[in-house]
């Protein structure tokens, strides 16, 4: 079975930073696109990252960019998303996505060409 579990979420102070994860079950993430989404309280999900490690093509959010990174592992088995100079705002439910194919510039906000989603991890930033 094709599998994404998520890690890494807490409590963090503003300003402070957070590495999220994700792990491949099943499968490799090589030749697929990995995405970030997030869901605020009240809000719709949203985009945040995504990349297509075989390739190196990362796309990030506005709201984002500066200050959040996506990696992976060399075995592609791994995503993380390492989230800096954190503020109140990024406060949500993150979750990851995989799709097989390499990302293109919409990968990162269409959640609709994502096959295979984790389940959610809370990001609480306190002001």
């Known amino acids: 079975d094709v599998q994404l579990q998520a890690y890494g979420g807490g409590l963090v102070q503003a300003g402070r930073s957070v590495r999220l994860s994700c792990a491949a079950s099943?499968?490799?993430?090589?030749?697929?696109?990995v995405g970030w989404f997030r869901q605020a309280p009240g809000k719709e999900r949203e985009g945040v990252s995504c990349?297509?490690?075989?390739?190196?093509?990362?796309y990030f959010a506005d709201s984002v960019k500066g200050r959040f990174t996506i990696s992976s592992d060399n075995a592609k088995t791994w995503v993380y998303l390492q989230m800096n100079r954190l503020i109140p705002e990024d406060t949500a439910v993150y979750y990851c996505?995989?799709?097989?194919?390499?990302?293109?510039?919409?990968?990162?906000?269409?959640?609709?060409?994502?096959?295979?989603w984790g389940q959610g991890t809370l990001v609480t930033v306190s002001s």
């Open positions: 099943g499968f490799t993430f090589d030749d697929y696109t």
């Open positions: 990349i297509s490690s075989s390739v190196g093509r990362t």
């Open positions: 996505a995989a799709r097989p194919g390499l990302a293109i510039a919409t990968s990162v906000r269409n959640q609709n060409e994502y096959d295979y």
